[in-house]
């Protein structure tokens, strides 16, 4: 074969490849680097690329029961940071499954759903507590960018050695960089302090100022201006979340049969929680043959 002939079908080999690269590209932005045209992502840390998520997991604001005091906060909190106004980071801290990140994704649809109310383009972003260290490269990434973000990191907490929070530490304030004034960071976890308690314990036995070594991890707790607390619910409450979801979505059942079945799903999980509702309904809608 001649080197003519031979070069050019390895251009043409290179060509088609090139081809299939960009057919798996993804499709998460503009092919100008600019934001798409979704209202959710997922911030792929390692790639550092926005992924549209088409369809967000959720269920409607109205659905969410036994947390209305909590639920008003967040929601003027984030109205008001959809308004282009002042708003705080927020932690939102406590009981599994009693809708904390539920509570986020569907104040997220609800002022999507109310555009016309005078609210600026809001994206939800996720991310991965695995890309926190991450997250500068995506503050420089959003933040010109003619929308306003919150970044959700769900099941946020740290173990022995980590030093990502750092990162995080520095975006939500005290940075040279700072956080952009359109985005805001909203975290869920069970811990408080985002930390375990024998975690705390061993940095100040082990630390030569242990007042000094504790303070710096207990202190990113402090960085979230809204502290939620999410507690676990009594039998009435439960009771009410079962019966909401139960006609949301078109169970027909009478009022002692689900509460019936309702405290004995309770006691076979030993636990009381939306989580746990929701789980009961499913159930039930398969028995009874409908989907959900």
């Known amino acids: 074969m001649k080197s003519k002939d031979y070069l050019a079908e390895i251009a043409a080999s290179l ?148 030093t990502s929070y750092k990162s995080l530490k520095t975006i939500l304030d005290g940075g040279l960089e700072g956080r952009p004034e359109n985005v805001l960071f909203y975290a869920t976890s069970n811990r408080r302090h985002l930390m375990p308690r024998d975690m705390i314990e061993n940095e100040r036995s082990t630390a030569i100022n242990p007042g000094e070594a504790v303070e710096e991890k207990v202190s990113l707790s402090d960085r979230f201006g809204l502290w939620l607390g999410f507690h676990n619910c009594d039998q009435p409450t439960f009771l009410t979340m079962v019966r909401a979801y139960a006609d949301h979505y078109g169970l027909d059942l009478d009022d002692e049969t689900l509460r019936a079945r309702a405290i004995e799903w309770s006691a076979t999980r030993g636990a009381r929680s939306g989580r746990v509702a929701i789980q009961l309904v499913r159930t039930l809608a398969g028995e009874m043959g409908k989907p959900l």
């Open 15 to 162: 060509g088609q490849i090139a081809r299939s690269l960009d057919a798996l590209a993804p499709s998460g932005a503009d092919a100008d680097g600019g934001l798409g045209t979704a209202d959710a992502y997922h911030w792929d840390g390692d790639a550092g690329q926005l992924m549209a998520v088409p369809k967000v997991s959720r269920v409607a604001l109205s659905m969410l029961k036994g947390i209305d005091a909590v639920q008003d906060i967040l929601l003027r909190n984030t109205e008001q940071f959809a308004r282009g106004h002042g708003a705080n980071n927020a932690l939102l801290w406590g009981a599994r499954g009693m809708g904390k990140s539920s509570l986020v994704k569907a104040i997220h649809g609800d002022i999507i759903a109310r555009r016309d109310e005078g609210f600026h383009r809001l994206v939800l972003i996720e991310i991965a507590r695995e890309d926190l260290e991450t997250l500068p490269a995506l503050m420089r990434r959003i933040g010109g960018e003619d929308a306003r973000f919150i970044v959700f990191c769900d099941d946020l907490s740290f173990d022995n050695g980590e």
